[in-house]
T-cell receptor, first 112, second 115 residues
Framework: GQQVMQIPQYQHVQEGEDFTTYCNSS?????IQWYKQRPGGHPVFLIQ?????EVKKQKRLTFQFGEAKKNSSLHITATQTTDVGTYFC????????????FGSGTQLTVLP | DAGVIQSPRHEVTEMGQEVTLRCKPI?????LFWYRQTMMRGLELLIY????????DSGMPEDRFSAKMPNASFSTLKIQPSEPRDSAVYFC?????????????FGEGSWLTVV
């Protein structure tokens, strides 16, 4: 089945520093979604990327979809303590259009 | 609008007991998912339904786990008998095919501890 590798697993940054998490697949993805889970909370949808090379921005967050549609990244500029949480990428399984495969997540800690 | 509603939010039970987790998906959504989250294994898809019909239960760990969706507004995940290794957060989620980019909306989770 579809496998999505996400790195790094953990990241500690000082407030104000930038942060990036990467998601990689061995197969071409139809689309990729990003979710954020706050400590003690549930995953919440952030964005979906569909087109090759697509770049989307949400304030300090920049999402990219690779040209080959096999990788994606989430970059946060000038992190704040409110950015703390685990960021997951999720991609469609090749076996089913409705089954999302989640990456292992990157747990971000922002030190004040 | 009400989101995905799960109950109980927290449950502590003794090994060997039956556990039933409940979920009410977002009204109108035609897909329902059960996920399990642990530190060791991350977020795992256990089973999902489309229009109340189970489509893929390959993620269900073993026969102790069962899930039902008797109607469009209710689903259960049952563990019988429960074991300490079942301790995890169980998320129910729902989605509307073709809607809002097929976003999956998660409930707040049921935190299960088996002692």
């Amino acid at each position: 089945g579809q496998q999505v590798m996400q790195i790094p697993q953990y990241q500690h940054v000082q407030e104000g520093e930038d942060f990036t998490t990467y998601c990689n697949s061995s197969t071409t993805l139809s689309n990729i979604q990003w979710y954020k889970q706050r400590p003690g909370g549930h995953p919440v949808f952030l964005i979906q990327l569909v087109k090759s090379g697509e770049v989307k921005k949400q304030k300090r967050l920049t999402f990219q979809f690779g040209e080959a549609k096999k990788n994606s990244s989430l970059h946060i500029t000038a992190t704040q303590t409110t950015d703390v949480g685990t960021y997951f990428c999720a991609a469609r399984s090749s076996g089913s259009a409705r089954q999302l495969t989640f990456g292992s997540g990157t747990q971000l800690t922002v030190l004040p | 609008d009400a989101g995905v509603i799960q109950s109980p939010r927290h449950e502590v039970t003794e090994m060997g007991q039956e556990v039933t987790l409940r979920c009410k998906p977002i009204s109108g959504h035609d897909y329902l998912f059960w996920y399990r989250q642990t530190m060791m294994r991350g977020l795992e898809l256990l089973i999902y339904f489309n229009n109340n019909v189970p489509i893929d239960d390959s993620g269900m760990p073993e026969d102790r786990f069962s899930a039902k969706m008797p109607n469009a507004s209710f689903s259960t995940l049952k563990i019988q008998p429960s074991e300490p290794r079942d301790s995890a957060v169980y998320f129910c989620a729902s989605s509307l095919f073709g809607g809002t980019g097929n976003t999956i909306y998660f409930g707040e989770g049921s935190w299960l501890t088996v002692v």
